[in-house]
């Protein structure tokens, strides 16, 4: 199968991102951060969670981030929606689309939104119905479908067990989660295969974290099965709540890079990303760790050293 031509990428640092930071980054600064990035070409933005404060107190402020940010004409805004008052909570704050969020891995699960997987679907149903009696879009992501914390290995049967369901309840787009980043791109490759038997390929995402620096490698390898979606997060921020040691998405300028170098479209300024990386890792005192923006900083200040 021939490269696609263009690509979506969906930029989840203000949520996925910042959600595993210890201290409360200010509601402005995520403000900020989102509008940077719309204003930089993503179409996408993952911006807030409804989700429990207690289960995950950075994301409390999502409200109040929904409302101060400047919504740029045909970008979505997504928000995570574990139940039916996390959707209440989208729907008031004007969420383009919401996301559920389910495992392939039971253990996971339990442990992310303490309920089975069939639990879990049970109660996504009526989320998934009211979003679609408001005209909400509606994104289904399946964790751990390359591995998880607590099981190990992951069955495809499993992942495939999770997709049919979410498209049951008629998702518009389902994520394929690497949540621990174990996965490497022939595992990869088999997952697309068969989930692409069951769900539109152009439909599907790849959202990779970076733990194991597989990111880039399995976003190539879901590219050579036509998967055109894919998630990242600026900065390589993040890191989950209910993975211990798992490392953040796979960094937004080292996709941009990548898709930059294989003449594939995304309509993203990868120049104004890598100042936004900066941005956000100095505001909230954590390192950037995404290669390219590194690589691109120190270049672009000691050409402005030089001119000088
Ligand atoms: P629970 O404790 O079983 O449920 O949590 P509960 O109904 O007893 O609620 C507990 C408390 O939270 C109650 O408050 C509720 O009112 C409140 P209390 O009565 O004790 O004062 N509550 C809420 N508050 C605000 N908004 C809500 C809400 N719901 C309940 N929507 C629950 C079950 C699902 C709520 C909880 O487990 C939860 O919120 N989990 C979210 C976990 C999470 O956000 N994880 C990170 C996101 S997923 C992820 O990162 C993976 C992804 O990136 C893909 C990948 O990489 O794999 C998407
Ligand atoms: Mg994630």
Excluded at 28 to 46: H, Q
Excluded at 131 to 136: D, E, F, T, V
Excluded at 235 to 247: H, S
Aim: with cysteine; aromatic share 6%.
């Amino acid at each position: 199968m021939s490269l696609p031509q263009q690509v979506k990428i969906v930029e989840v640092g203000p949520r996925d991102g910042l959600q595993n930071e210890k201290e409360f980054v200010p509601t402005a600064t995520k403000i900020e951060l989102i509008n940077r990035l719309s204003a930089a070409g993503f179409r996408n933005v993952e911006a807030a969670s409804f989700v429990s404060p207690k289960w995950v107190p950075q994301m409390a402020d999502g409200a109040d981030v929904m409302t101060g940010i400047e919504r740029r004409a045909g970008t979505i805004y997504s928000v995570l929606t574990p139940n039916l008052r996390g959707f209440e909570g989208a729907l008031a704050a004007r969420a383009d689309e919401i996301v559920i969020f389910g495992a392939a891995s039971e253990a996971f699960s339990q442990k992310n939104i303490n309920c089975s997987i069939a639990e879990s679907i049970e109660r996504f149903a009526p989320v998934a119905a009211a979003a679609k009696q408001h005209g909400l879009r509606i994104r289904g992501s399946v964790s751990c479908a390359l591995g998880c914390p607590y099981q190990g290995e992951v069955p495809v049967a499993s992942v495939l067990d999770v997709v049919k369901r979410f498209a049951a309840l008629g998702c518009d787009e389902i994520d394929i989660a690497d949540t621990i980043g174990v996965g490497t791109p022939k595992r990869t490759r088999e997952v697309f295969e068969a989930v692409t038997e069951v769900f539109p390929r152009e439909h599907l995402s790849g959202h990779f974290h970076d733990t194991y620096g597989q990111a880039l490698a399995n976003i190539y390898a879901a590219l050579l099965e036509g998967i055109e979606i894919f998630h990242a997060s600026v900065a390589g921020l993040g890191g989950c709540p209910y993975a211990k040691g798992a490392t953040g998405n796979v960094a937004t300028e080292d996709v941009l890079y990548l898709m930059n170098g294989l003449g594939i479209e995304t309509g993203i300024d990868l120049a104004q990303v890598v100042e936004i990386g900066d941005f956000i890792s100095n505001a909230i005192g954590r390192a950037n760790v995404s290669r390219a923006g590194k690589a691109l900083l120190a270049k672009a200040r000691s050409e402005a050293n030089t001119c000088v």
